[in-house]
T-cell receptor, first 113, second 115 residues
């Protein structure tokens, strides 16, 4: 069965600090990978996605993620966070013939001004 | 901006009552997914529907829960005889016919509280 692990439950950073959120998945076949963000009181929005090709994916708001197939990882990064990045971040995977997404438990990011 | 619409946004029910959650997909999207988010948990897949057809309901609890996506109108997630453990945020997502490359677009969710 597919699963997604997000290592950090809650991350607290100061503005301008660099961010890396871990995501590992378990699935042996071809996968599509996603990062979603949920700002307080809002719905999930897509940050970025990987289907194939260049394993370094750039998304909105300065976020990027790197797919490392050998490590089954898809970590999210941002060089310099802002207070407005305070949100919960979800990694998700879609693999095989399934239409549905498998989500990690999420990482809450708090950025101190 | 006709994104995924869900209503109501908040729903309070007493134990034993019925809850009906509605989802209108993005215009032109023919596939709908329902997910449930329990406190401190990620989203868990419940059911995947096409117009008038359930594609995958492997994540649905065996009893009290049902879903439909009629030819006309929104998709409905129905929970009969609610219990406190049903309290959660229920999210709907829609996509065009999936080729495994299509992104799912999420609605704002319905927060169900069972008293």
């Amino acid at each position: 069965a597919q699963s997604v692990s997000q290592h950090n439950h809650h991350v607290i950073l100061s503005e301008a600090a660099s961010l890396e959120l871990g995501c590992n998945y378990s699935y042996g076949g071809t996968v599509n990978l996603f990062w979603y963000v949920q700002y307080p009181g809002q719905h999930l929005q897509l940050l970025l996605k990987y289907f194939s090709g260049d394993p370094l994916v750039k998304g909105i708001k300065g976020f990027e993620a790197e797919f490392i197939k050998s490590k089954f990882s898809f970590n999210l990064r941002k060089p310099s966070v802002q207070w407005s990045d305070t949100a919960e971040y979800f990694c998700a995977v879609n693999g095989g013939s399934q239409g549905n997404l498998i989500f990690g438990k999420g990482t809450k990011l708090s950025v101190k001004p | 901006n006709a994104g995924v619409m869900q209503n109501p946004r908040h729903l309070v029910r007493r134990r034993g009552q019925e809850a009906r959650l509605r989802c209108s997909p993005v215009k032109g999207h023919s596939h709908v997914y329902w997910y449930r988010q329990l406190p401190e948990e990620g989203l868990k897949f419940m059911v995947y529907l096409q117009k008038e057809n359930i594609i995958d309901e492997s994540g649905m609890p065996k009893e009290r829960f049902s879903a439909e996506f009629p030819k006309e109108g929104p998709s409905i997630l129905r929970i009969q005889q609610v219990v406190r453990g049903d309290s959660a945020a229920y999210f709907c997502a829609s996509s065009p016919p999936p080729t495994r490359r299509e992104t799912q677009y999420f609605g704002p969710g319905t927060r169900l509280l069972v008293l």
